[in-house]
C-alpha cells in the first residue's frame, strides 16, 4: 500500500501563488499515477490534475494556464504549482494514487488553501 502527505497549503491574497506537494511513502514504485483534486465546503471533489508514470499530465479546463502539476521521482513527490489564484480556488487540495494493477486508490488528508480577495 501507499500513504500520502500533501503539505504546502495556506492563506494567500488573489493574483498569488502557491506549491502544493504531494509525498508517496510505501510502496511507491507499484504508483499508476498521482492526481490533485479539491472540495470547496458545499460541493462536490473535483479533478484538479493527473499526472501519470509515463509523465503524461491532464488538467481541468478551468485549471490549465495557472497550475501545473509535476513530480520529482527521487523524493516521490508530485508538486502543484498554483498561480493567478482567486477566491473560487479555496478549497482543500487532496491527493491521491491509483496504485498497483487493481488501480485501488489512496487519498491524503488535504491540505487547506484560502485565497482572499
Known amino acids: 500500500q501507499v500513504q500520502l502527505r500533501e503539505s504546502g497549503g495556506g492563506l494567500v491574497q488573489a493574483g498569488g501563488s502557491l506549491r502544493l506537494s504531494c509525498a508517496a511513502s510505501?510502496?511507491?514504485?507499484?504508483?499508476?499515477?498521482i492526481g490533485w483534486y479539491r472540495q470547496a465546503p458545499g460541493k462536490e471533489r473535483e479533478l484538479v490534475a493527473i499526472?501519470?508514470?509515463?509523465?503524461?499530465?491532464n488538467y481541468a479546463d478551468s485549471m490549465k494556464g495557472r497550475f501545473t502539476i509535476s513530480r520529482d521521482n527521487a523524493r516521490n513527490t508530485v508538486y502543484l504549482q498554483m498561480n493567478s489564484l482567486e477566491p473560487e480556488d479555496t478549497a482543500v487540495y487532496l491527493c491521491?494514487?491509483?496504485?498497483?494493477?487493481?488501480?485501488?486508490?489512496?487519498w491524503g488528508q488535504g491540505t487547506q488553501v484560502t485565497v482572499s480577495s
Open positions: 499526472i501519470r508514470n509515463d509523465g503524461i499530465t
Open positions: 491521491n494514487a491509483d496504485w498497483s494493477a487493481r488501480s485501488i486508490v489512496y
Open positions: 510505501g510502496i511507491t514504485w507499484r504508483i499508476n499515477a
